[in-house]
């Protein structure tokens, strides 16, 4: 009698797990952490604008899918994420009075670097080739990326002088723009092309106001 019980309680087990198993890939979802790697560059600058190094960016995060249709290949994804990025180039900024300016640096320095931490929101409108069982698929991602820059750092070293300014007031702290994110498996381009001006409006005879950011590199999708 006993083993007839267990019989039938081994039975309903792996039932149940096969049933929840049936569920499960019958309502999958593309829920997945992401890691982005890319260049970053500004558009818009003064003429004599340069860069040097390499002004690079990370960022990571989780992203919710919400299926939209019933082959669940179309989709919309928000998420979460922190960033980390640097800026390195030719613009100075310098502190007088409680004033921040902006100018052109002509003579040499050895460092002029901006470092930025910020919380970013992305979403993204999904088209992707998956289904329930196949996990390496093609995928186009347009969307959108809202950042908040919450700690900002900028680095000048020359000869003779070495000085920070912590949390310039000069950042628009509250960054958006577009995204496309494209590619095949867990390699994808990733792209950001920014809307709102990365700097306020700022003194100084070579200001520049109108200066947006692009970010172009790869964005790896983890399930």
Known sequence: MKFRFLILAF???????AQNQTDSLSNYLEDQLYVSIYNNNLLNTPNE???????????????KDIPL????????????????NTLKNNLKLTENNGLIDLSILNESYDTNKITAKAVEFPIEFRWRTSTQDKFKFWRIYPGMKFSY?????YSYIDSSINYNIKNPEIFNKFQ?????????????????FGVKPLYKDVTGSNEKSSIKEIKLGLIFYIL
């Open 11 to 17: 039975s309903i087990y792996i039932n149940g797990i």
């Open 69 to 84: 249709n019933e082959q669940r290949n179309v989709g919309l994804g928000i998420g979460l994420g922190f960033a980390f």
């Open 149 to 153: 820059l919450y700690k900002t750092e």
């Open 176 to 192: 958006y723009g577009f995204t496309l994110n494209a590619g095949y498996s867990a390699f994808n381009l990733y792209t950001y």
């Open 49 to 63: 604008f340069k860069s040097y190094g390499f002004s690079n960016g990370i960022s990571l995060g989780f992203i």
